[in-house]
């Protein structure tokens, strides 16, 4: 419940400043937005809110990423942990990987500040994988349901759905294989991306979403013959 409570008021909230923008932004603006980040939230603020609603939107604005990036240093921080087998009761243990964790972020944020490293092509990355993990938390928590004996589409439904976005994204995305499939043009000496190739990606990605759906009601079928 709390899993799904998250995330329908997470795609409540999305949805909010989606009709926000489509509201106030039209034409290429509109579909600028995005790149327009924290602009774009104090233009939307400022012009539907006032002074004090944009405040409190952009102290949220600004909370979010925070806890985001502590939950997420802290989630690496206690993998990291998984993986070495270091017991994280103690100051010093928890020290010997936080201070390498948050070294290496702070190496992206200067490398960003100083125009040396895209943080845009890493937080792409970063999304990608996040997504990518929800596929696989998705199709886990499926297999659990089914051996509780319980309602388990609930989960595979969205599973196979997100299977499908995570593979179309990879053979899409310009930093995974799309610098090989899609179509490109050198303009002024730059080569610039012309269009994506989707003939080729949403086909595959709908064949490897069906296939793992498979492998999962053949997984189920096979468990309830063992039972």
């Not at 603006?29 to 405040?55: H, N, R, W």
């Amino acid at each position: 419940m709390v899993f799904y409570g998250a995330m329908i008021s997470e795609g409540i909230i999305a949805l909010i400043w989606a009709a926000a923008g489509c509201s106030i932004y039209e034409g290429a603006e509109l579909l600028g937005m995005g790149a327009g980040g924290p602009t774009a939230v104090y233009d939307i603020c400022q012009k539907t809110m006032g002074s004090f609603g944009m405040i409190l939107a952009m102290l949220g604005v600004i909370a979010c990423p925070i806890t985001s990036g502590d939950t997420a240093f802290r989630s690496a921080r206690l993998t990291l942990a998984d993986w070495l087998k270091i017991d994280q009761k103690s100051y010093a243990n928890r020290l010997k990987l936080c201070v390498p964790v948050l070294a290496v972020g702070a190496i992206l944020g200067i490398g960003n500040a100083l125009g040396k490293i895209d943080y845009n092509v890493i937080w792409r990355y970063f999304s990608w994988s996040n997504q990518t993990l929800a596929m696989i938390v998705l199709w886990a928590a499926s297999m659990y349901l089914f051996q509780q004996k319980k309602n388990y589409w609930i989960t595979a439904i969205p599973a196979t759905f997100m299977s499908a976005v995570s593979c179309t994204y990879f053979i899409l995305g310009e930093e995974c294989l799309g610098q090989l499939l899609n179509k490109h043009e050198v303009v002024d000496g730059a080569r610039k991306l012309v269009a994506y190739n989707t003939a080729l990606a949403y086909p595959v990605g709908i064949v490897f979403a069906a296939a793992l759906l498979f492998i999962f009601i053949r997984a189920t079928k096979k468990q309830s013959v063992k039972v």
